[in-house]
């Protein structure tokens, strides 16, 4: 159970950071969202995603397929964000943070199974 406590608790951190700045349109956010091709709007959307993402998480502890869900739905968010880095030319420190935070994701996943 300790595990699943400090995965979750990583990930909803970092979510939550990523989400709250994407909801806010805070100007590094803004640059992200145009260098992948994104408008603020859309953005902001991914950012209320993540946010339902964290709470199902959480949810996970109690019943097992919202957690499966919520992995699954970060997952794919990540697949998407690895793609747009490479759509847009980035190269692999771009696409890092994508990676690690789907290990994590995949992590939790594991763990909760």
Known sequence: MTALV????VLAVWFTLLGTGKILG?????ERAA???FTVGAYRVIGVLELAGVISLFTGWAVTGI???????????????ALAHLRAGDRLPALAP??????LVAAYLIVLL
Do not use: D, Y
Request: proline share 3%; charged share 0%; aromatic share 4%.
């Open 26 to 30: 805070l100007p590094a956010m803004a």
């Open 98 to 103: 994508a990676i690690v935070s789907a290990a």
């Open 6 to 9: 400090i995965l979750t608790s």
């Open 35 to 37: 260098h992948a091709g």
């Open 67 to 81: 957690g499966v869900a919520a992995a699954t739905g970060f997952l794919l968010l990540l697949t998407g964000a």
